[in-house]
């Protein structure tokens, strides 16, 4: 499955990077505690996540995650939005909540990762 | 690379907003010195829990990293308050971070010992009242 792929299925809409969406996702994870998503994520590649900081942007870097989808139509600001291009990464947004969004790319194939 | 180059940041105290930074810069150097990916992840992940606990629990600080072919090594200086119990302060869920840190996605008092994980060696030095300075190092094999 692609970005491209996971956009379509929640009907997300893309904010940062629409030209790297051809890219491979492996695992997905989803959490607003980004304590938890520097201790537990390996090697995911979508983080969904409703909490809306330059944090979340930073520990997405930090983890080589590639794309952060914020669910419940949560948008971060614009500088938020250029550090997220500065570092590479696809930003997207979707009105689902983070418990819908997560079955939805659940029931599309995408699995969780090693824990 | 053959010789050894050391990089220094200065964190400041007051805006959460730009915790990271050094650690993101030092990410994009690491890869651009052509480390491979699980040293710089490893560096990356450690190095921003311990620049996001500057933030939080001190008042900013200096960090600097000293990258040679064989090892990076992370020094984070603060002039903070210190950690009264080194021990518990690394136990997985202790945290003395108020709610309103827990609000911005921090504090579930996972950081120093997901610092000791990607680390292969970590020293702290604290002083209460005075501040903390924390070393690690991680190999490159
Ligand atoms: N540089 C520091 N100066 C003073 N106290 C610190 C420092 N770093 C950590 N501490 C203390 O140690 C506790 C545990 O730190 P740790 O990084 O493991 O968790 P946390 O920062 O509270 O939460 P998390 O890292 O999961 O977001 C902190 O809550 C704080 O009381
Ligand atoms: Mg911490």
């Known amino acids: ?115 | 690379m053959a010789e050894a180059i050391t990089l220094k940041y200065e964190v400041s105290p007051d805006d959460f907003t730009r915790a990271g930074e050094a650690s993101s810069d030092v990410k994009n150097k690491l890869k651009q010195l052509g480390f491979q990916p699980a040293v710089v992840r490893k560096v990356s992940i450690a190095l921003y829990e311990g620049e996001i606990n500057m933030v939080i629990h001190a008042r900013g600080g200096v960090i600097t990293v000293e990258v040679s072919p064989d090892f990076i090594r992370m020094e984070l200086a603060d002039v903070g308050p210190g950690i009264p119990d080194i021990e518990l302060a690394m136990k997985e869920g202790y945290s003395t971070a108020p709610d309103e840190i827990r609000s911005l996605g921090f504090g579930a008092g996972m950081g120093l010992s997901n610092m000791k994980k990607y680390t292969d060696k970590m020293d702290i030095q604290t002083e209460l009242g005075v501040g903390t300075t924390i070393t690690m190092v991680v190999n490159v094999t």
């Open chain 1, 1 to 115: 499955m692609t970005l491209e792929d996971a956009r379509r299925v929640l009907g997300a809409r893309v904010l940062v990077g629409g030209e790297r969406l051809d890219q491979e996702v492996g695992t997905v994870c989803g959490s607003d505690m980004m304590s938890d998503v520097l201790a537990f994520s390996k090697d995911h590649s979508i983080l969904l996540t409703g909490l809306c900081n330059p944090q979340v942007i930073r520990t997405a870097e930090m983890l080589d995650i590639i794309c952060i989808i914020f669910v419940r139509g949560k948008k971060p600001d614009d500088k938020t939005l250029e550090m997220a291009g500065d570092a590479g990464l696809v930003i997207m947004e979707t009105g689902h909540r983070m418990f819908s969004a997560c079955g939805m790319l659940y029931e599309a194939g995408l699995r969780g990762g090693a824990i």
